[in-house]
Structures are given as structure tokens and as C-alpha cells.
């Protein structure tokens, strides 16, 4: 279905609810001693699946169901390289089809991570995985996360003000970084790995060494601080506010190097790298600060309730404002020149910075608000909502196959972390979990 949003004609994605555990049916069957094979009165353990194809039709309902892998017709359903018999098996049913599994798959892995789900009444299909791993700190509700950028640390920013530094294979707590008081709304490592920058509710904004601990530099705020983003190397740094401030920062003298009022809160905030900005005529040419490093060719783009707003770091103009009917309530680069929001009504839109009269794709599944939205390449984008779900999908070709990370039940996700070689992503649901999701078989 189809549906027509100001001149850009929005695709409605098929919405796919899949049994938030169902990864215990099958460790239950995999490990068993007396596995059901479905024969007899020993019936097989099933989880649920629905489909909705549109807001308007009429839900598929339907199971599948897990058995223990036996002799077929003459074969046998192989696991590994030495040709094992695999322990469970997966069967759809009512109108879906399993077309397969991690352990059906050459990937070759050894546990049932994911498995591939087709239906009668859509051509999509359906990449369904769990967890590859959990991780809960009793002390800290993780809400947002970031990946170091060779990926072997995390940084973790809680409900209570409390940072850590966890070691991403083991989650070892690395380090603890204390100085908020509040909820952390966003933290980001720099390109060096060994330095961290978090925003606060508390009005502040803190860099920490990931090595030590210390916390060399704090900037002051009027109001919570929503958003950060690094320039270049991160001798400067931006922040968005609800003071209704965008900042750029010189982090060696703690100074404000240019502010920009927005019309509202500023609550997440976009950093782009390109040269194709088109500034106004007449715009007067500026010498640089000396303490500015790294504004050329660099737009950021902010969401104020419902503005888009971009600005021209080097000219310090605003390029355009954009006005949304309903408030953007997610934001994310994507690639050099474009960008992606998410709406509270739950449409994701892309834009292109080359024109920006209109967005260049409109997508909706529900009308579930868009809680966090991350780019996973140059051509995919993980999406969560505020009714628990987390879901991948190609902008290119959005109906060919969706990707459901499963797993958080009804918990809004609150943020959303990719490595930079994107094979790993880390869902935070409103649990204060950390999920973590293998995406290379996505």
C-alpha cells in the first residue's frame, strides 16, 4: 500500500510481531534430552507470528513450530562442517514458511540465532533474529550506548547518571566515569577511542578520558543537554539543548565559539560532512576563529519539535528550516549529505541536502512513535519504536526484506549503537538492557 505524504509518496512497510522469547522454545528443544519430534502425543513447542500488512487489513495469524531434527525422505538437515545432525528444526504455519535458519544457512553457526519467515500475503521476507547476547547492570538502566570506533569498548550512559566503559565481547566493566546527576542523553566516543563525551540532563555536558577516568572539561548549559556531535578529530564540539541552543565548542579553552537560536528545545541534533551546501546569495564571507577547526564543508541539522533546521558551520547561516506536522522525535546522518528523522506519528523520512523542499522517501509501518533511528551503511536503517519494536530495513529497496531484532517485548527502545563496520548493533529498551545483535547475515 501506498500512501501520499506532500509530493512524495510514502511505502507502507509490512509490520511483523514475532514472540518476543521465542529463543526459549528453542534452547528447550535444542538441549532436551526427550525432544519432540511431533509425532504421537508428544506435540512440539510454538511461538507465535502475525503479520499486518496495512493499518486497514486484517491480521495474519499464525505459529512456528519447533521439533527435533530427524530422517526426512532419505534427509538430513546438516549442522556444521563435520555434517552433525542439527537438534531443532523450525515449521510455519497458517499461511507462513520458514525458508531458513542460522543452522540451515553457510553461515555455519551453533546456536539458533535467526531464521528467515515468508507469508502467503506478502513478498517480503522476513529476517527474524535474537540476541546474540544481554547484558544487565543492576546499578545502572542503560538508555543510551556507543561503540568505540574499532569496536572493542562501549560506552554506556544510564537512567541515573551513571557512565561506564564495558569491554564489548566480555561486558567487563572497564571503567565508571562519574559526574552527572540525572539521566544521560547521549555520549559518543572520539576518533582517538580513548576519550568520551556524554550529555546530561543536568545542564552539562562532560569529556572524560575512557583511560583514567578524569573528567578534564565541562561545558555549562541552560537547560538538559539533548544531543553531542564531534568535528573532525573533536577539537571542537556541538551540543543542542532545551535552552533552545545548537554550541560549538572549543574544547581546550571550555569557550563557546558560535551559537545558534532555534524557534524550540532542540532535542537531537545530525552532523554532515560533504561539499555540496548551497548557501545564500549575499552571504557575507567570515574569518574562522582561531580556535575553530574543521567547519568547512560541515552542516549540522537539528530537530526542534517540529523544524528541521540545518546550519552551515563555516558561514554560521541558517540553509533552511523545514516545518513537519508532527514532532521529530529521532534524527540520524545518512552518508554525506543526507539524513534521516523519525516522526512521533511513526513515519521515517530521508532527506537530501540538495533539496530540501521535500524528503526524498517516506516510510510507515504503524503509527507507533519513531523512538531512535541509527544508519547501518550507506543504504540501511534500524528503526525502533515506542511499542517495542526494532527493525532493519534497505531505504533502496524497503519491501524486499525487513529485519525484526527480537527480544525487548513491549519496552520502548530508547537508542540504538552500530559498529563502524556495521556487523554489530546494540538495542537499549526501556528495561535498561543492552542487546546486542549479529547483523552480518541481514
Given at each position: 500500500?501506498?500512501?501520499?505524504?506532500?509530493?512524495?509518496?510514502?511505502?507502507?512497510?509490512?509490520?511483523?510481531?514475532?514472540?518476543?522469547?521465542?529463543?526459549?522454545?528453542?534452547?528447550?528443544?535444542?538441549?532436551?534430552?526427550?525432544?519432540?519430534?511431533?509425532?504421537?502425543?508428544?506435540?512440539?513447542?510454538?511461538?507465535?507470528?502475525?503479520?499486518?500488512?496495512?493499518?486497514?487489513?486484517?491480521?495474519?495469524?499464525?505459529?512456528?513450530?519447533?521439533?527435533?531434527?530427524?530422517?526426512?525422505?532419505?534427509?538430513?538437515?546438516?549442522?556444521?562442517?563435520?555434517?552433525?545432525?542439527s537438534g531443532v528444526r523450525l515449521r510455519g504455519s497458517d499461511g507462513f514458511t520458514v525458508e531458513e535458519t542460522s543452522w540451515s544457512s553457510s553461515s555455519k553457526e551453533n546456536d539458533m540465532n535467526w531464521f528467515k519467515l515468508a507469508s502467503d500475503a506478502v513478498d517480503t521476507i522476513f529476517t527474524v533474529t535474537r540476541p546474540s547476547s544481554t547484558h544487565v547492570d543492576a546499578h545502572a538502566a542503560y538508555c543510551v550506548c556507543d561503540f568505540s570506533p574499532c569496536g572493542s569498548l562501549l560506552v554506556c550512559g544510564g537512567a541515573n547518571g551513571d557512565v561506564t566503559v564495558l569491554e564489548t565481547k566480555s561486558n567487563t566493566k572497564r571503567r565508571r566515569l562519574e559526574g552527572h546527576k540525572g539521566p544521560i542523553n547521549d555520549c559518543?566516543?572520539?576518533?582517538?577511542?580513548?576519550?568520551?563525551?556524554?550529555?546530561?540532563?543536568?545542564?552539562?555536558?562532560?569529556?572524560?578520558?575512557?583511560?583514567?577516568?578524569?573528567?578534564?572539561?565541562?561545558?555549562?548549559?541552560?537547560?538538559?543537554?539533548?544531543?553531542?556531535?564531534?568535528?573532525?578529530?573533536?577539537?571542537?564540539?556541538?551540543?543542542?539543548?532545551?535552552?533552545?541552543?545548537?554550541?560549538?565548542?572549543?574544547?581546550?579553552?571550555?569557550?563557546?565559539?558560535?551559537?545558534?537560536?532555534?524557534?524550540?528545545?532542540?532535542?537531537?541534533?545530525?552532523?554532515?560532512?560533504?561539499?555540496?551546501?548551497?548557501v545564500q546569495e549575499g552571504t557575507e564571507q567570515r574569518t574562522p576563529h582561531e580556535r575553530e577547526v574543521g567547519t568547512m564543508n560541515t552542516l549540522v541539522v537539528a530537530a526542534a519539535h517540529k523544524a528541521l533546521v540545518a546550519i552551515d558551520l563555516r558561514t554560521q547561516t541558517q540553509v533552511f528550516q523545514q516545518h513537519e506536522r508532527a514532532p521529530i522525535t529521532a534524527l540520524s546522518a545518512f552518508g554525506d549529505d543526507m539524513f534521516a528523522c523519525g516522526m512521533k506519528d511513526g513515519a521515517v523520512k530521508i532527506w537530501d541536502t540538495k533539496n530540501t523542499k521535500t524528503p526524498l522517501h517516506v516510510f510507515h509501518r504503524n503509527d507507533a512513535e519513531i523512538e531512535c533511528i541509527s544508519a547501518a551503511g550507506r543504504q540501511r536503517l534500524i528503526v525502533g519504536t515506542s511499542d517495542g519494536m526494532c527493525s532493519m530495513f534497505n531505504t533502496v529497496s524497503p519491501l524486499h526484506n525487513i529485519t525484526e531484532f527480537t527480544g525487548s517485548n513491549l519496552d520502548p527502545i530508547t537508542h540504538i549503537a552500530t559498529s563502524s563496520d556495521n556487523n554489530m548493533c546494540i538495542c537499549c529498551p526501556n528495561d535498561g538492557s543492552l542487546r546486542f545483535y549479529n547483523t552480518t547475515h541481514c
Open positions: 500500500e501506498k500512501l501520499k505524504a506532500k509530493d512524495v509518496v510514502a511505502v507502507r512497510l509490512p509490520l511483523m510481531t514475532v514472540q518476543h522469547d521465542w529463543g526459549i522454545d528453542v534452547d528447550d528443544v535444542a538441549t532436551s534430552s526427550k525432544q519432540p519430534d511431533g509425532s504421537g502425543n508428544d506435540k512440539p513447542p510454538s511461538f507465535f507470528v502475525s503479520l499486518k500488512e496495512s493499518p486497514q487489513s486484517t491480521s495474519q495469524h499464525g505459529s512456528v513450530h519447533v521439533v527435533a531434527a530427524r530422517e526426512e525422505e532419505g534427509k538430513k538437515e546438516k549442522r556444521g562442517e563435520e555434517g552433525e545432525e559518543k566516543f572520539f576518533p582517538s577511542g580513548e576519550v568520551v563525551i556524554t550529555a546530561g540532563t543536568d545542564c552539562r555536558s562532560r569529556i572524560f578520558s575512557a583511560v583514567d577516568g578524569r573528567n578534564p572539561v565541562t561545558f555549562v548549559h541552560e537547560g538538559a543537554v539533548n544531543g553531542i556531535g564531534i568535528i573532525e578529530r573533536g577539537r571542537n564540539v556541538l551540543t543542542c539543548s532545551s535552552d533552545k541552543r545548537v554550541r560549538v565548542w572549543d574544547c581546550g579553552t571550555q569557550k563557546t565559539l558560535y551559537t545558534h537560536m532555534c524557534i524550540d528545545k532542540v532535542s537531537h541534533m545530525a552532523l554532515l560532512a560533504h561539499k555540496g551546501i548551497q
